[in-house]
Nanobody
Framework: EVQLVESGGGLVQPGGSLRLSCAASGFTFNNYVMSWVRQAPGKGLEWVSFISSGGGITNYVDSVKGRFTISRDNAKNTVYLQMNSLKPEDTAVYYC????????????????WGQGTQVTVSS
């Protein structure tokens, strides 16, 4: 059974940092593309970033470029999202998602999802 468990969310002041983690189990992690997707209050899902199975290809939505960094540790079956210079508009539930073959920004293509972790940026 595929399981994705996010952690690391919380309340942070504007300009602060958080690192999200997503621990994977039940599948061959190093074969899968991993993404982070978020949902702000009252809004739809928004793709944030993806990383290829080997970690060599990454991409970000424009609004987080230069502030967020995605990475993965295939030995630990974990993907990370380092978030710096956080803004109130980054407030959202952050989900990690996995897919065996799709690499891209259409969140609807990702087959497996975690339960999400809340990130709140507020003073």
């Amino acid at each position: 059974e595929v399981q994705l468990v996010e952690s690391g969310g919380g309340l942070v002041q504007p300009g602060g940092s958080l690192r999200l983690s997503c621990a994977a189990s039940g599948f061959t992690f190093n074969n899968y593309v991993m993404s982070w997707v978020r949902q702000a209050p009252g809004k739809g899902l928004e793709w944030v970033s993806f990383i290829s199975s080997g970690g060599g290809i990454t991409n970000y939505v424009d609004s987080v470029k230069g502030r967020f960094t995605i990475s993965r540790d295939n030995a630990k079956n974990t993907v990370y999202l380092q978030m710096n210079s956080l803004k109130p508009e980054d407030t959202a539930v952050y989900y990690c998602a996995a897919d065996l073959s799709y690499i891209g920004s259409d969140w609807r293509e990702y087959d497996s999802w975690g339960q999400g972790t809340q990130v709140t940026v507020s003073s």
